[in-house]
């Protein structure tokens, strides 16, 4: 990988002066190739990221380092190893010219540039006190170097607040547990009660793909906004075999990852249940080809994880077991999706139609044409398996860069694309209704599903015995509560009236 990847453009270009200083033929650590860094020791890659009065590290650089060191060392440690440097330089640079103290301002302004990077790219990096005492001390040193007209401390004052209300965002948004719906549980209620012809599905609420398409990609870059490169990095650091190693390891740090993955289950299995839980065979044809129709709309978009995540829910056993069903299905559309979810070869297929629609994104001239959202579960372990292939560390020691380089360009690649601005409207109806509907657990499933289509073969006719035996236990015991219930409501009500 290059010193400077090909995703530095979003990133910006870097300061002025040298990418990488003239260390002299001695220096082997770092280890570059072809003028490519390759590997270093972490003190080399720490000195490597510390401006100089002649140097500015390229930002790629800056990025995919401070991406890659919590792997290594907390970022409170890796701060205070900031400022001894910065200590060091500023020292000797305290001679009393005039010459020197421009080259002290000029210094400190390399610093600042540096922590505002930081902050704006990694601001969950200061959530701790420890974190937020070393920068207060490196920014305390800094702002002596211009004591005179207060420019850096102006700025260092802007770049806190700007800090402090990131984190604020994000705590009030950690604070905002999604309240994750559970599975419909009461198999009696659904083997004993047929759905009314009245009751609600998705085509009443809404019958356009294209719009339900729309309202789902909506949905899918609400989420991912959410997440940010430090938490993709826990991929890499939750694995890592080295306990003290490892940096905010908790679960909550992982919040995030864990509400998007559940938001692809719960589309999966809200499909399923809006196909099996319809007693008609024609309207639940029908739905069938809806949601083909939905999850082709969303493929045309770029919204690869919900069309993934509707597929999966049609593949599940209690709806792809509908034969009956799916001999009506006109099901051309659907071979097409498959066959672009394909999983030979690694998903061959949905990587080159995501490859297209990268670059469709890359020379778009509006966010419509922007959008790409990859099937999140392989992004996932596209990083697992990287990170598993290539060791952390080369047999000298060293850290191994080059893997770094790879993995921080997939990390910025999903990063540019969930900054994409939305281009739909958010319809609260719609909306309201594919995140609050209720969704039947795998048992209900298989219950619906052989409500509407009987079992075929022994297998199926044990498993529906099964099924019923223990709806119908739990049906009854749902029944003896309630009427104990209501035996206790009545001797209360008779005792009031005799008071």
Not at 126 to 144: G, N, P, W
Not at 349 to 364: F, H, K, V
Not at 404 to 414: A, C, L, M, P, V
Request: charged letters at 25%; aromatic letters at 10%; proline letters at 4%.
């Amino acid at each position: 990988m290059p010193q400077t990847p090909i995703f530095s453009s979003m990133l910006g270009s870097s300061c002025s002066g040298q990418v990488q200083p003239d260390m002299g033929e001695r220096c082997v650590d770092p280890v570059y190739q072809d003028g490519n860094l390759v590997s270093g020791s972490l003190e080399a890659l720490i000195e490597r990221l510390v401006p100089t009065m002649d140097y500015y590290p390229d930002r790629t650089y800056i990025f995919t380092f401070l991406l890659s060191s919590r792997v290594f060392i907390h970022p409170h440690e890796l701060l205070a190893k900031v400022g001894q440097i910065c200590i060091k330089q500023k020292q000797q640079l305290e001679t009393g010219t005039e010459a020197e103290k421009a080259k002290l301002k000029s210094f400190a302004a390399k610093i600042i540039q540096l922590l505002k990077e930081w902050t704006e790219t990694f601001p969950y990096d200061f959530q701790d006190e420890k974190s937020m005492k070393e920068l207060k001390e490196i920014a305390h040193r800094i702002t002596q170097c211009d004591e005179e007209n207060g420019t850096v401390k102006k700025i260092i004052s802007q770049m806190t607040q700007n800090l402090l209300m990131a984190l604020s965002a994000r705590s009030q948004f950690q604070e905002i547990r999604e309240k994750f719906r559970q599975p419909v549980t009461d198999k009696g209620t659904i083997l004993k009660t047929k759905p009314q012809s009245t009751q609600k599905d998705i085509l009443s609420v809404c019958c356009d793909p294209l719009i339900l398409a729309q309202q789902l990609t909506y949905i899918e870059l609400e989420r991912v906004s959410n997440i940010y490169p430090e938490d993709l990095m826990q991929i890499v650091s939750h694995m890592d075999s080295l306990d003290n190693h490892k940096c905010r390891s908790d679960v909550t740090k992982t919040y995030n990852l864990e509400a998007y993955d559940n938001w692809f289950n719960c589309l999966s299995m809200l499909v399923a249940t809006e196909i099996c839980r319809i007693v008609k065979k024609k309207q639940r044809t029908r739905m069938v080809e809806f949601f083909i129709d939905v999850a082709r709309e969303c493929f045309n978009i770029g919204n690869f994880n919900s069309m993934m995540a509707i597929i999966s829910g049609m593949n599940l056993s209690p709806v792809a077991r509908l034969k009956k069903t799916w001999s009506k299905v006109k099901t051309a559309k659907f071979d097409v999706l498959e066959h672009h979810m394909d999983p030979s070869s690694n998903f061959c297929n949905y990587r080159t139609a995501l490859q297209g629609a990268a670059q469709r994104s890359q020379t778009a001239n509006s966010n419509r044409e922007k959008i790409v959202i990859p099937v999140f579960n392989l992004f996932i372990k596209d990083i697992y398996f990287l990170h598993k292939i290539h060791t952390n560390r080369l047999p000298n020691g060293q850290i191994n860069f080059k893997k770094f380089w790879e993995i921080s360009r997939q990390i910025h690649d999903f990063l540019t694309w969930k900054q994409v601005e939305c281009p739909f409207e958010k319809d609260k109806k719609i909306q309201t209704y594919l995140l609050t509907a209720p969704i039947y657990s795998e048992e209900a499933l298989f219950i619906a599903s052989f409500e509407s289509e009987g079992p075929e073969n022994h297998m199926e006719k044990d498993s529906w015995k099964t099924l019923r035996y223990e709806a119908s236990s739990e049906y009854e015991s749902f029944c003896r509560h309630t009427e104990a219930c209501n035996h206790q409501l009545l001797l209360s009500y008779l005792h009031s009236l005799k008071t």
